[in-house]
């Protein structure tokens, strides 16, 4: 490395440094729940590495966390398209419509059927009822990383609310939690 | 419902190794850490010159090709690069029209000048360049091979190795190839003009598939259209056919923009976003396009009308994006309301494709591949007041639809679109004009005559209920029609010409190649106003009229020019500024104004704000 080039290296992680510790963990769990952790760790080394290459184009106005974010939500895009995770997921929504209502529902059955309901959303939906209920993000760093207007936000997580209870609804009948009883048979 | 959720959270518990993440960080920036102390390495002082002086050439060479004027056959990028949103720009040459997508690489083909480039999608360098001696429209990476669909011959595929830089088998498929063919199962699945399907494994080796055309790839299935029934059906990798079908329907609820049923049949591509199937009917240069939203969890299909043109469309950020090759739009449709934004591009984009999370288009002229950075900065467009769609002419008009001012109408010269003008007809309706831009479809030039073109201008200003007044801003040899147009009337009360092409410059250009001992077929065409129509037009009196010139010194009196034609440049650069001089003084109330660093024919890309801000200042003294 030049003496410049190691000059601009020292300014570079001046900036860097405090920004990876402070938010890798929150955008690896980002990346986890868009990607699963197979992909996750590798998406978010991407994701710092992007930001590390542009952190001299961080706009001035926007905060660090909203910044990552919006780079993060653009790296998961791209993992999507190379993914063929919905072609099971499809299956799997198939399976449970024809086999009906199961016997005995686990908490883990009650989650599926969440993630199978989300899942069936539009990308747009998933991302807001995501950011807002896993990733914990402001109304304004949402519209951030969503490009929409902030006004816009509320809005359209009631709507993606309305459809997701409409999607687990559809899913089947309401599943009963299941009983000490039952778990040990 | 939101506890369900909250309590289903995939990455609660997770532990999180933060030092082997940062190692992976710094192992992709290129930073020589790890987790165990790095084995030292022998000093090598000149390998450290060698660097030192390979980066300051690489950082110098560029500036020094900066200063370089812009050849009249290669347009500058500035404007370009200067437009909202675009990243970054790369060269690739005439006529690209297909990209291939493969990790962190892009592999592009520029069709007329033969030459495949291999590009890094991160940094957007052009790491290698190949002559490609075969006339090529389609690029799928797969197999550690780039296959290259090739119309030479009668239609066959070229395997390429990227190892060795050559192809190294040809493949003959009996019929033009489909360029939506796809890499899946391990194999090329490509199909041809004759309704025949083929697969190809990275071997070479051709197995016909039966009849289809494959449509695209979509929920992790390869759609493919059988011939006869008009259905596309799903193909799994494990060869599982129909799972799920899109029939072919011709439902009289879904119209196109002239009222005609859609034939799902049509659908020329399709592809995933936002959990749906989006299907494009009618695609291509010349046609009306209509997309469908397919619903595959309960089979409802829904139009979604854009415009005529659309030629490609990709999933990015939880959206659909298409783009016009008419209209120069990159459109964003939200999959779930359908909705859609505009967005205004320099250029006829010839395709789009997503890599290293940045959405990229193709422009197929100048050719150019260009980064699109739609997180910020992309401006759109104004919402559409008129789309009359008649024959073969149309009006697109933006703004708002309570302007009391003068309405803009952009008539373009005859050799482009009405979408040449759309990175200013955004900015000028989005800062509260309203704007008409005058054009006909499809991408050839027309052969209206300007008398024609005068006469559809009026035909679509009658239809659309346009009376004025009007401020018409035309450019190169849209010169013509637009004085015939403002010839006689009242409702005209300002003119701005970009550009504008002088009377007998055609003639005079051809006399002046064949006195170089050059090929006159290399003039450029288009329809001269001739003489007797010329003499027969008055001037426009003390309408308010701006001429916006090319740069002489960049488009005839650079190197190049002056060197192929020697006193030729300098007569044709006369001829020009005569021109010039020549339309300035048909009002008496105009100006000149000269447009540094714009290429031949290129003030409406190079310098869109010079015009923005020449029609905005005409505007002010207009309304006084």
Known sequence: MSTAGAREHVDISQRFDPLFDAHY???????????????????????????????????????????????????????????????????????????????VVTGADVDARVLAALSSLSGSDQDLLRLTTWDGLTRSEIAHVLG???NAVDQRIHRARMRLRDRYDRLGPEPRPVTTKEASA | MIELLQHADPAANIEI???????????????TTSLEPARKRPSRPWLVVAVAAMVAAAIALPMLLREEPPSIFAPAYDGILNTPGIEKVIPVGAGVSTVG?????????????????????????????????????????????????????????????????????VI??????????????????????????????ADGELTPAGPGSVKGQAMGYLWVA???????????????????????????????????????????????????????????????????RFDPSDG?????????????????????????????????VDPDTRETSRYPMPGKTGGITVADGSIWLDFFHPGLLARVDTSANLIEAGETLVDQVDTDHRLLCTGPDDFTGPIIILEPPQWIGPGSWSVIQAELSNQGSQVCAHGYLGGEPTDQTPSDRATDLASALDGAGISGPLLVVTAGDGVHATRLFAEGR??????????????????????????????????????????AVSAGLGDFGATPLVVIGQDPDAVFLNDPFVDTYGDGAYAANQFWQDGLAFYAGLSTDSRTVVADGTGMHMVVWDRADLVIDEVLALLERIEG
């Open chain 1, 25 to 103: 963990q929150e955008i690896y769990r980002f990346c986890i729940r868009r990607l699963g952790v197979d992909d996750a760790e590798d998406a978010t080394a991407e994701v710092f590495a992007v930001a590390w290459r542009r952190i001299d184009g961080m706009p001035s106005g926007v905060d660090d966390r909203a910044w990552l974010y919006g780079v993060a939500q653009r790296v998961v895009g791209n993992h999507y398209r190379s993914r063929r995770r919905r072609q099971g997921l499809l299956k799997r929504l198939l399976e449970t419509r024809s086999t009906g209502e199961p016997d």
């Open chain 1, 148 to 150: 929409i207007k902030e």
């Open chain 2, 17 to 31: 190794d933060g030092a082997r993440l940062r190692a992976k960080v710094d192992d992709r920036i290129g930073i």
């Open chain 2, 101 to 169: 997508v493969d990790g962190d690489s892009i592999w592009v083909m520029a069709a007329l000048s033969n030459q495949l480039h291999h590009i890094d999608a991160t940094t957007g360098s052009i790491l290698e360049t190949y002559t490609i001696d075969s006339y090529v429209e389609g690029v799928i990476p797969g197999g550690g091979f780039v296959w290259l669909l090739s119309y030479d011959n009668d239609g066959e595929v070229l395997r390429f190795d990227p190892d060795s830089g050559t192809v190294d088998l």
């Open chain 2, 172 to 201: 003959p498929i009996e019929g033009s190839p489909w360029h939506r063919s796809a890499w899946f199962d391990d194999r090329l699945w490509v199909s041809n003009d004759q309704g025949e399907l083929f697969t190809i494994t």
């Open chain 2, 226 to 292: 059988n011939p006869a029934t008009g259905d596309i059906s799903s193909l799994s990798e494990d060869g599982t056919r129909g799972e799920l079908v899109i029939p072919r329907r011709v439902d009289t609820s879904i119209i196109d923009e002239k009222g005609n049923p859609v034939d799902v049949i049509d659908a020329s591509s399709l592809t995933e976003a936002g959990g749906y199937i989006w299907l494009m009917t009618g695609e291509g240069p010349a046609s009306r396009t209509t997309l469908l």
């Open chain 2, 300 to 332: 409802e299909l829904l139009p979604l009308v854009i415009g005529p043109g659309l030629h490609g469309m990709v999933e990015h950020d939880g959206y659909l994006w298409v783009i016009s090759y008419i209209d120069h739009l990159l459109v964003r």
């Open chain 2, 490 to 531: 009242d409702n005209v009360v300002g003119i701005l010409m970009v550009d504008p092409v002088p009377v007998g410059w055609n003639e005079f250009l051809t006399s002046v190649i064949v006195a170089a001992g050059e090929d006159p077929d290399g003039a450029p065409e288009g329809a001269d106003l001739d003489a």
